[in-house]
């Protein structure tokens, strides 16, 4: 049995070629490694044996793609399965990616999840913020509050909040301190911070 192939490639990445299986995108592929595949950019007919063996080209290229990007920093699986996604990939292909991923210990939204936090905490940002943030990377409830338990100080961030308001208002100068005072909450408020931890922060501030 006979398949179509079409392979093309963009003027800003002719090192890149991309590949259609039957009308189907299958993902992206350097063009070097294509051969003997590669012929032109015209649909051309493949048997299935060549088929099966530029899908397995894909998926291992698919794989060692995923791999490199884990090892640069930490991602989310969504985040990882928009990465491929991006490259055009076949979602039987990203799945058996994530899957290698997974079963490598490369790729755990659980590891992500207490690094995220932590990270974030650390920096100062407010519950809410990193609730948003994570949601945004698909990661459930379940991975974060855990985190949240063992490494949220409640003392510790109205600390660093107060410090944060002496530093606003510093930087808003000679202005009356009602003006301070409304333009602190609205800053720290459009910054994720919960209007009772503000008032709270604002009062050890002063004192």
Same mark, same amino acid.
């Given at each position: 049995?006979?398949?179509?192939?079409l392979i093309t490639s963009r003027i800003e990445a002719p090192?890149?070629?991309?590949i259609k299986l039957n009308n189907i995108w299958w993902g992206?592929?350097? !063009?070097? !490694?294509?051969?003997?595949?590669?012929?032109?950019?015209?649909?051309?007919?493949?048997?299935?044996?060549?088929?099966? &063996?530029?899908?397995?080209?894909?998926?291992?290229?698919?794989?060692?793609?995923?791999?490199?990007?884990?090892?640069?920093?930490?991602?989310?699986?969504?985040?990882? !399965?928009?990465?491929?996604?991006?490259?055009?990939?076949?979602?039987?292909?990203?799945?058996?990616?994530?899957?290698?991923?997974?079963?490598?210990?490369?790729?755990?939204?659980?590891?992500?999840?207490?690094?995220?936090?932590?990270?974030?905490?650390?920096?100062?940002?407010? &519950?809410?913020?990193?609730?948003?943030?994570? &949601?945004?990377?698909?990661?459930?409830?379940?991975?974060?509050?855990?985190?949240?338990?063992?490494?949220?100080?409640?003392?510790?961030?109205?600390?660093?909040?107060?410090?944060?308001?002496? &530093?606003?208002?510093?930087?808003?100068?000679?202005?009356?301190?009602?003006?301070?005072?409304?333009?602190?909450?609205?800053?720290?408020?459009?910054?994720?911070?919960?209007?009772?931890?503000?008032?709270?922060?604002?009062?050890?501030?002063?004192?």
């Amino acid at each position: 049995m006979m398949n179509s192939l079409l392979i093309t490639s963009r003027i800003e990445a002719p090192s890149s070629a991309r590949i259609k299986l039957n009308n189907i995108w299958w993902g992206t592929l350097p !063009v070097k !490694v294509l051969h003997p595949f590669f012929v032109s950019e015209q649909e051309q007919e493949i048997d299935s044996e060549a088929e099966n &063996r530029l899908i397995q080209k894909l998926s291992d290229y698919a794989r060692d793609l995923l791999f490199d990007y884990l090892s640069k920093a930490e991602h989310s699986e969504a985040s990882c !399965v928009n990465y491929l996604k991006r490259k055009r990939f076949h979602p039987t292909i990203i799945n058996a990616a994530i899957e290698a991923a997974k079963s490598h210990n490369f790729l755990s939204d659980s590891r992500f999840a207490e690094l995220y936090v932590r990270s974030l905490l650390e920096a100062g940002k407010s &519950r809410r913020y990193i609730i948003a943030k994570l &949601r945004l990377q698909k990661i459930p409830a379940s991975l974060y509050e855990p985190v949240f338990e063992e490494y949220y100080d409640p003392e510790e961030t109205l600390e660093r909040l107060s410090d944060e308001i002496v &530093r606003l208002c510093l930087s808003y100068g000679d202005i009356p301190l009602s003006k301070k005072k409304e333009k602190a909450f609205a800053s720290l408020y459009r910054r994720g911070w919960e209007l009772d931890i503000i008032h709270k922060a604002w009062k050890k501030s002063t004192e």
